[in-house]
């Protein structure tokens, strides 16, 4: 009985990480527009071409399955390595099954609270490929892509130091005075 809960565990998990992320579309992101005197059937040749390099540069794999399979992957994994750890310490305490078990509900806990980040960093990533390759291709073919496209974070302008400017150059001020102090003089009587 034991042995049926942790596959069924994995397998509600992946269920539910799998929702944890909203389908992303399985074309480009922004629209191209035909190129000066293309036709529109030209312009649907070009985007089917485009779509279709696009489309084999991911390996066919859509954002959003990378997005689900990404999300399965670390709650699997983190159930996985939650049971390898609680087993462990439960082994220490003469109870690795219980241990173990344990370990598996804080890993699974862990993994579905992750797994909407993995998963959405993973489906943009692909996104963004698609979207890169995609208006490459657009581009090459003599129609009108989108200009405004950030293919990585925005820049950041920094605030100067809280303290204030850095002190001049050793030039311009004085280094601290040497003192030299006398010996002692001792009379030995």
Do not use: E
């Not at 862990?110 to 657009?138: E, I, K, P, W």
């Amino acid at each position: 009985m034991t042995t049926a809960r942790l596959p069924i565990a994995l397998l509600c998990a992946s269920a539910l990480a799998a929702c944890t992320v909203a389908p992303a579309p399985s074309g480009p992101s922004l629209a191209a527009l035909p190129g000066n005197g293309k036709t529109p059937a030209q312009f649907a040749y070009d985007d089917g071409a485009c779509r279709a390099q696009a489309n084999a540069a991911n390996s066919g794999i859509t954002p959003g399955q990378a997005a689900g399979t990404s999300a399965a992957g670390t709650v699997a994994a983190t159930t996985l390595v939650g049971a390898g750890a609680g087993a462990l310490i439960g082994a220490a305490a003469r109870s690795a099954g219980t241990g173990a078990a344990a370990g598996a509900g804080f890993g699974l806990l862990m993994g579905l609270l992750t797994a909407g980040h993995n998963a959405r960093a993973s489906g943009a990533a692909f996104q963004r490929n698609y979207d890169v390759v995609y208006f490459q291709c657009m581009a090459a073919t003599g129609n009108r892509v989108p200009t405004v496209f950030a293919a990585g974070p925005p820049l950041v302008a920094y605030p100067p130091p809280p303290h204030g400017p850095y002190p001049p150059p050793y030039p311009y001020y004085a280094p601290p005075p040497v003192v030299v102090a006398p010996a002692p003089v001792v009379v030995v009587p």
